[in-house]
């Protein structure tokens, strides 16, 4: 049987649409056999993806996706094969949880200056204990009709430097790598072509993620294309990191990216698999 992966995806406990229930049923049947459930900066829907992940013969790796700063940059590294319970790492989660809440409020006072009321109270009735990412804000801007997509939601109000952007200074990357390890698990850089940086500036910043601890990037995503997936594998060689392959999936609503959906892994990148086997 060919073994499918897929390390990067989002329940309800942070920005997803599915329960951790529901999107493991959707992993089973897009034929996936191995899946990391990474919601951004918390761990909550570990455990309930964990029994419907052996109740339907998956392979579940426990995960995360966690912000991070690097020189001013904001960073996604996911950690793969954590233990959620490590004390190093529940203390970074619980700082991240707390600069998110932070956030979020200022997000919504800014955007009560603009004449948007109520995004939080709302969005907070909504997500319960889960995370409040700026996907939510967006989804509030959509349904509350102040725009028409998440994108004009992004563009006009979210993005960086728009006008309810709040900038924050997430845990240092480094410190999230060695919690990560500290818990026996992966520090993966999550879709590293995402952060537009030049050729100079993603090796010296895979110089310095492989001299934390770092083990691993992103080479297959489920939006990249071939040639991005060849610079990416040149790179995890060069810097002697292994290769993760990860959807991102969030929502059924978005059909251009699907749980499981991803390209096969290029043969000269070592999987990052192998380093849990
Ligand atoms: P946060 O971590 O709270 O800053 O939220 C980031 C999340 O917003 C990402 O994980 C994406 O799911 C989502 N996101 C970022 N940019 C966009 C965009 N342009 N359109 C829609 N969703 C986005
Ligand atoms: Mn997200
Ligand atoms: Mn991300
Ligand atoms: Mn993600």
Same mark, same amino acid.
């Given at each position: 049987m060919t073994k499918i992966y897929d390390l990067h995806c989002h329940s309800t406990a942070s920005d997803g649409a599915l329960s951790p229930r529901e999107l493991v049923a959707r992993a089973a049947e897009n034929a996936v056999t191995t899946l990391a459930l990474t919601d951004h900066d918390t761990v909550a829907g570990l455990a309930e993806a964990k029994i419907h992940a052996d109740l339907v013969s998956i392979r579940l790796i426990n995960g995360i996706e966690i912000s991070v700063q690097w020189e001013k940059q904001c960073l996604h590294i996911v950690g793969l094969n954590i233990d959620p319970e490590h004390e190093t790492l529940q203390k970074v989660i619980l700082d991240s949880q707390v600069m998110r809440q932070e956030r979020a409020e200022k997000i919504a006072l800014k955007l009560e200056k603009k004449g948007i009321l109520g995004a939080l109270l709302a969005i907070q009735k909504e997500v319960g204990d889960g995370m409040i990412t700026r996907t939510h804000f967006a989804a509030?801007?959509?349904?509350?009709?102040?725009?028409?997509?998440?994108?004009?939601?992004?563009?006009?109000?979210?993005?960086?430097?728009?006008?309810?952007?709040?900038?924050?200074?997430?845990?240092?990357?480094?410190?999230?790598?060695? #919690?990560?390890?500290?818990? +026996? /698990?992966?520090?993966?850089?999550?879709?590293?072509? %995402? &952060?537009?940086?030049?050729?100079? @500036?993603?090796?010296?910043?895979?110089? #310095?993620?492989?001299?934390? +601890? /770092?083990?691993?990037?992103?080479?297959?995503?489920? %939006? &990249?294309?071939?040639?991005?997936? @060849?610079?990416?594998?040149?790179?995890?060689?060069?810097?002697?990191?292994? /290769?993760?392959?990860?959807?991102?999936?969030?929502?059924?609503?978005?059909?251009?990216?699907?749980?499981?959906?991803?390209?096969?892994?290029?043969?000269?990148?070592?999987?990052?698999?192998?380093?849990?086997?």
């Amino acid at each position: 049987m060919t073994k499918i992966y897929d390390l990067h995806c989002h329940s309800t406990a942070s920005d997803g649409a599915l329960s951790p229930r529901e999107l493991v049923a959707r992993a089973a049947e897009n034929a996936v056999t191995t899946l990391a459930l990474t919601d951004h900066d918390t761990v909550a829907g570990l455990a309930e993806a964990k029994i419907h992940a052996d109740l339907v013969s998956i392979r579940l790796i426990n995960g995360i996706e966690i912000s991070v700063q690097w020189e001013k940059q904001c960073l996604h590294i996911v950690g793969l094969n954590i233990d959620p319970e490590h004390e190093t790492l529940q203390k970074v989660i619980l700082d991240s949880q707390v600069m998110r809440q932070e956030r979020a409020e200022k997000i919504a006072l800014k955007l009560e200056k603009k004449g948007i009321l109520g995004a939080l109270l709302a969005i907070q009735k909504e997500v319960g204990d889960g995370m409040i990412t700026r996907t939510h804000f967006a989804a509030f801007l959509v349904s509350h009709c102040h725009v028409a997509t998440p994108q004009e939601a992004f563009d006009r109000y979210l993005g960086d430097g728009k006008a309810a952007f709040v900038s924050t200074t997430w845990t240092p990357l480094e410190t999230a790598v060695q #919690a990560i390890r500290a818990s +026996g /698990g992966i520090p993966v850089v999550a879709h590293p072509l %995402r &952060y537009k940086l030049t050729a100079t @500036r993603m090796r010296k910043l895979l110089g #310095a993620f492989k001299n934390m +601890g /770092g083990q691993a990037i992103e080479v297959v995503t489920g %939006r &990249y294309n071939p040639d991005e997936m @060849r610079i990416l594998a040149n790179y995890a060689n060069q810097f002697e990191l292994a /290769g993760s392959v990860g959807s991102d999936f969030h929502s059924p609503t978005n059909q251009w990216l699907e749980l499981g959906r991803v390209a096969a892994l290029p043969d000269n990148v070592k999987p990052v698999w192998e380093l849990w086997q």
